[in-house]
T-cell receptor
Framework: KAGVTQTPRYLIKTRGQQVTLSCSPI?????VSWYQQTPGQGLQFLFE???????NKGNFPGRFSGRQFSNSRSEMNVSTLELGDSALYLC????????????????FGQGTRLTVV | KNQVEQSPQSLIILEGKNCTLQ??????????LRWYKQDTGRGPVSLTI?????NTKSNGRYTATLDADTKQSSLHITASQLSDSASYIC??????????????FGRGTQLTVWP
């Protein structure tokens, strides 16, 4: 059974550009959640999608957005990139809504390393 | 304010030695607590999950303990191996109310095992 696949693995962008990251969940999983990880802040929750609808959202500016397709694949978009957006972006796949359902387990992808210069 | 604090921030031990990582939380009401292992350049992988009624849970050489009264958890690694070098992240889930199911992440402990 294939795991969670994130593409691309590495990305370098300049300030002001926008970027789109992709996440393919484990087959049968309907929920995808996104996280930003930096050395200073650790893991921070961005948002979670279940059945193509955003179910939860963290405390990030509107420049961070996402969507989920009918096949459960998800994309995350960051517009007007800032230097502080440099981070590892992780997505996690789960059967239920990971950030709401107590007994749901999430499986993380390897992440996309975004560097903004 | 709901928070999760991990200590130490980083730790270096010799191969074969034991170590203990700490996680203190103020999340309330408490639902469960997870420990994750994250290898460099990889996503986190779940090691254990503990609920209010569980005091100890083992996964191979990893043993997690939970004291829900003092809101403390520890992860004990026995007979460390080079492959244990990783970041260990504590994640606490809130129970009911407006924070139902919400997750709170610690910043992790970076463990390095030297030969």
């Amino acid at each position: 059974k294939a795991g969670v696949t994130q593409t691309p693995r590495y990305l370098i962008k300049t300030r002001g550009q926008q970027v789109t990251l992709s996440c393919s969940p484990i087959s049968g999983h309907r929920s995808v959640s996104w996280y930003q990880q930096t050395p200073g802040q650790g893991l921070q929750f961005l948002f979670e999608y279940f059945s193509e609808t955003q179910r939860n959202k963290g405390n990030f500016p509107g420049r961070f957005s996402g969507r989920q397709f009918s096949n459960s694949r998800s994309e995350m978009n960051v517009s007007t990139l800032e230097l502080g957006d440099s981070a590892l972006y992780l997505c996690a796949s789960s059967l239920g809504i990971f950030n709401r359902q107590q007994n749901t387990e999430a499986f993380f992808g390897q992440g996309t390393r975004l560097t903004v210069v | 304010k709901n928070q999760v604090e991990q200590s130490p921030q980083s730790l270096i031990i010799l191969e074969g030695k034991n170590c203990t990582l700490q996680c203190n939380y103020t999340v309330s009401p408490f639902s469960n607590l997870r420990w994750y292992k994250q290898d460099t350049g990889r996503g986190p992988v779940s090691l254990t999950i503990m609920t209010f009624s569980e005091n100890t849970k083992s996964n191979g050489r990893y043993t997690a303990t939970l004291d829900a009264d003092t809101k403390q958890s520890s992860l004990h690694i026995t007979a460390s191996q080079l492959s244990d070098s990783a970041s260990y992240i504590c994640v606490v889930r809130a129970d009911r109310g407006s924070t139902l199911g919400r997750l709170y992440f610690g910043r992790g402990t970076q463990l390095t095992v030297w030969p």
